[in-house]
């Protein structure tokens, strides 16, 4: 018998950047798309998300995209109807006429707090942990994504992998989506997708680019860094269509994608730095070699995060690529420039030695329980 789709509301405050939006909005269409679930994502700004769903009008009430209802909120005046799952992403919290709302629910939904990613140890012991909430009792419970069988995983949608695999097999695509960013790349260039935060690190790494004997086409994405490129190219910032080029570094400005099309991206660039969650996620199911620039913490507690995903990620690589790709991260999240343009080098040379590596990486990570559908399987086994 077909069953009534579950309806989902997906609660987003954005914190800065895109990542909130991001995940947020990834695991809505997965639901919707995959699932067949009923999913509204409520956001209290919709400004980024627009920027990466092109289908979000962030001055309408709400949009339908993919399948996914998007309205802003939550406001504490916004009236709620709850469903049969609210999701509060990261923890932001809800308001508490909505929490009011949901003790009254004759079914409260399943409440689920969708913790940030990490690779730390905690969060195998943290996940499905139950933690009523303290005014009214309400069950709540915390998923923490991760890199391990005992996390919620990582989303994933059906079908990624072989999108990829076709995708590199039709050397047509690749051509097509640098193209369509305005990239002009030549046969023999490196091309790195520069997605970091605002880092003292940069300049040196883009002097030893420009230095170097291989060409390399350096691909930012509007807004990306912009102090720091601006200070290193003498106020003659690239634009989309018009890159700037000292030595054998092509830096060039792009326009962000729509997240639909981001892999895509990723999968036509020969290295990336990627940053925070979801586009570090991405690069590891694209199997391309990267550098993962954690979010910045004020108390540094990014270190500790970063070293924990290189102990995970770098286990059982080969020794010398491992130590080159541990070193480039860390030379990155440390802010060290003269240590990231020095390791530059042996990451570049490391990165055929991990290939392997890499896809048993994404191929282990893959066969455990993908982060959507463990959120469905535990929602439904409690309504
Ligand atoms: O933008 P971010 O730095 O977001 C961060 C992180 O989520 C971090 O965990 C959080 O604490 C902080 O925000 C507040 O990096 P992230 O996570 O990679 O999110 C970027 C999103 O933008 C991701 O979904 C990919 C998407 N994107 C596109 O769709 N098109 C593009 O062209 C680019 C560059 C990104």
Redesign the pocket.
Same mark, same amino acid.
């Given at each position: 018998m077909a069953r009534d789709p579950t309806r989902w509301d997906i609660v987003c405050r954005?914190?800065?950047? =895109? &990542?909130?939006? &991001?995940?947020a %909005?990834?695991l809505a269409r997965m639901l919707a798309i995959e699932h067949g679930e009923r999913v509204t994502l409520w956001i209290d700004d919709p400004v980024p998300l627009a920027?990466?769903a092109p289908g979000v009008d962030p001055l309408a009430a709400a949009s339908t995209v993919d399948g996914v209802t998007v309205r802003r909120g939550p406001a504490a005046g916004t009236p709620f109807e709850p469903g049969d799952v609210v999701i509060d992403a %990261?923890g932001a919290g809800l308001p508490d006429g909505w929490v009011d709302a949901m003790a009254r629910a004759a079914r409260p939904p399943v409440w689920i707090v969708l913790e =940030?990613?990490t690779a730390e140890p905690w969060a195998d012991g943290a996940h499905r942990r139950a933690s009523p909430e303290p005014r009214t009792g309400l069950a709540r419970w915390y998923w923490c994504p991760g890199f391990t069988a005992a996390t919620g995983g990582l989303l994933r949608e059906a079908g990624l992998f072989a999108r990829r695999d076709a995708f590199r097999r039709d050397p047509a695509a690749r051509k097509a989506t640098l193209a369509s960013v305005g990239a002009e790349v030549s046969p023999d260039a490196r091309v790195a997708l520069l997605?970091c =935060?605002p880092t003292p690190a940069l300049p040196p790494l883009l002097d030893a680019w420009a230095d170097g004997d291989d060409p390399v086409v350096a691909l930012v994405?509007q807004g990306?860094a912009v102090d720091a490129i601006d200070r290193w190219a003498g106020g003659r910032v690239p634009h989309p269509g018009e890159p700037y080029v000292r030595g054998s570094l092509a830096l060039a400005s792009?326009? %962000?994608?729509?997240?639909a &099309? %981001?892999d895509e991206?990723l999968w036509s660039c020969d290295l990336a730095i990627?940053? &925070?969650?979801?586009?570090?996620v991405?690069a590891q199911w694209a199997t391309i070699p990267f550098a993962w620039h954690a =979010?910045p913490q004020a108390d540094g507690a990014h270190h500790a995060k970063v070293a924990a995903f290189l102990d995970r990620h770098l286990a059982g690589a080969p020794t010398g690529p491992a130590a080159a790709v541990r070193r480039f991260t860390e030379a990155l999240n440390q802010g060290d420039g003269p240590g990231l343009a020095a390791a530059w080098p042996p990451f570049d040379r490391a990165r055929a030695g991990l290939a392997d590596h890499r896809r048993a990486w994404a191929e282990t990570l893959a066969s455990r329980p993908e982060l959507a559908a463990g959120l469905v399987e535990f929602a439904r086994g409690r309504l």
């Open positions: 954005v914190v800065d950047n =895109y &990542g909130d939006a &991001g995940v %909005f990834r920027r990466i %990261f =940030y990613l997605f =935060y994405p990306v792009i326009p %962000f994608v729509a997240q &099309g %981001f991206l990627v940053r &925070g969650e979801d586009s570090f991405r =979010y």
